[in-house]
């Protein structure tokens, strides 16, 4: 089974990004599953799938009101019955209206931030619910979470790395406010947070506090890896 | 706007219920909700004597169900639900969607308030609650009333309800922040860490954000303000005086320059804000 390749990217970095960082990659992950200030609006999306020869994912976090309605306009605007949009989905209300309205067009993925809510139904119920909303994908960061997930029948898995996500939060830690205004200050940065008593130090990038990946779980269903940048951390 | 406060003991639910408090919502041991048993009432009959207590005063009492279990203890959690909702009709605040779907096809219905916990976001995460007897909403911690307005102003006339940020705010959203679990221990958020060699905090809403969505809630149009429970019930009361000061200013017309000054001080009124600014 052939392994794809992805590369995440938020919006405004690949706005900046060279033709040769996407080189070797199969899929681009498009957007964020954290903050929604990172995501592509039609234009972002219609630039991606036109600069990058392979497959362009949108990847949403929790959404609001305020973005929940141009998410759905890259939806309508970039997917078909013929060619269906995967969409990373992190938010009910996403998952929900795909289901409504888009299940003939989109391909759902479910976000990892969605998967620790999974995570903890009951298995029959998971299936189900996963099943009742066209999921096919699960990404994950942590290893331990596939058994979680690996008796769900027909389920595929991507692994991202180096980062797992431990926390996150919609107050920005590099700007000390709330999300509505937002200077793009997490770009191409990463915090180092230490402490005596964390076994290893916990890292900051973009709106989520989470570690460093150590290696790759091989696993029959996993046939993706999702490489996420984590710029060398400073201070920031 | 109306105050439900939290209770861990039928003592202080009479407390919070006859300074001001319009709801009380308690958790009970051996039902799921976000308090460990030492927070909870005692029983389910002291649930009751609560409810009671609150419908003589025109009040009421909900029932924390705000927590996820084991489905092998579904029968038995929706056995007594189904007796407490039968004999006081309370309403259910509820968080996870296996138990919730296993609690209404089960027969039981009651007044559902979806818990902050369940990270409703938008006003499209309402169609998915939409048939199940749904009445209230509970903002997530990190949503702004200013971005809410579709939530609170939604076409099906559920209401809502928002934290008393004025008196606590997580620096990470809760639940999908996962310290505490990956280090089992509590309040990983607040450690004081180092960054590059300098002493640093996981940011959180200092107190001036804090009063802005104190009253950004009160105009915004939501009708509940939730107060926490609380370890020491000294501090809950300070806290309970603090919001019914705040809302009494509010309901006066005071711009929002004024309620930041006046509430600045009334924040540091109480004892458990004196040492933790969030500057």
């Known amino acids: ?236 | 706007m109306l105050i439900v406060a939290g209770a861990k003991t039928y003592d202080e639910a009479d407390w919070l219920l006859a300074n001001g408090a319009a709801e009380v919502y308690c958790g009970v041991p051996g039902l799921p909700n976000h308090r460990d048993a030492d927070q909870c009432l005692e029983n389910d009959a002291e649930f009751l004597r609560i409810a009671r207590l609150a419908g003589a005063r025109g009040k009421r009492a909900l029932l924390a169900l705000n927590e996820a279990c084991f489905e092998k203890d579904y029968p038995a959690v929706a056995r007594r639900v189904r007796a407490i909702v039968k004999t006081c009709g309370c309403p259910v605040i509820i968080r996870e969607l296996p138990l919730f779907h296993y609690l209404y096809n089960s027969g039981l219905r009651a007044e559902f308030i979806i818990s902050s916990l369940s990270l409703v976001f938008n006003s499209r995460a309402l169609d998915y609650y939409n048939k199940l007897g749904v009445k209230r909403v509970i903002l997530p911690f990190h949503l702004l009333p200013g971005e809410a307005g579709r939530i609170i102003n939604n076409r099906r006339g559920l209401e809502t309800e928002i934290f008393f940020h004025a008196d606590f705010c997580c620096p990470n959203m809760d639940p999908a922040c996962r310290l505490d679990g990956w280090l089992k221990s509590f309040q990983v958020c607040r450690f004081p860490y180092t960054c590059g060699g300098k002493p640093h905090r996981m940011p959180e809403a200092n107190v001036p954000q804090k009063l802005d969505i104190v009253y950004d809630s009160f105009h915004s149009g939501i009708k509940y303000l939730k107060i926490i429970r609380v370890t020491d019930f000294k501090d809950q009361k300070e806290v309970l005086k603090e919001a019914r000061v705040m809302l009494a200013l509010l309901e006066k017309g005071v711009s929002r320059e004024d309620f930041r000054k006046l509430g600045e001080k009334l924040y540091f009124s109480v004892s458990r804000h004196g040492g933790r600014t969030g500057r």
């Open chain 1, 1 to 236: 089974m052939k392994t794809e390749k992805a590369v995440a990217i938020s919006a405004p970095e690949f706005r900046g990004v060279r033709a040769a960082a996407l080189k070797g990659f199969d899929l681009l992950y498009l957007g964020d599953e954290f903050c929604q200030n990172l995501l592509p609006a039609r234009t972002d999306f219609g630039a991606a799938a036109e600069k990058f020869k392979g497959r362009v994912i949108l990847v949403t976090p929790l959404l609001t009101d305020a973005v929940f309605d141009e998410m759905e306009r890259v939806i309508t605007s970039f997917s078909s019955a013929k060619n269906r949009l995967e969409v990373v989905v992190n938010d009910l209300g996403l998952l929900h209206t795909v289901k409504r309205r888009y299940a003939l067009r989109v391909n759902v993925t479910l976000g990892r931030l969605f998967a620790h809510r999974v995570k903890v139904m009951p298995p029959g119920f998971a299936a189900r619910f996963l099943k009742e909303h066209g999921v096919k994908r699960v990404e994950l960061d942590d290893a331990s979470l596939l058994s979680r997930f690996e008796g769900i029948k027909g389920l595929k898995f991507s692994f991202h790395s180096p980062f797992r996500y431990l926390s996150a939060t919609r107050f920005c830690p590099w700007e000390r406010h709330w999300p509505a205004s937002c200077a793009l200050s997490c770009l191409g940065k990463t915090q180092k947070l230490e402490h005596p008593r964390l076994p290893r130090p916990l890292l900051l990038k973009g709106q989520a506090y989470g570690l460093r990946t150590s290696g790759v779980p091989a696993h029959p269903a996993l046939d993706r890896l999702v490489k996420e940048s984590l710029p060398a951390a400073g201070r920031g």
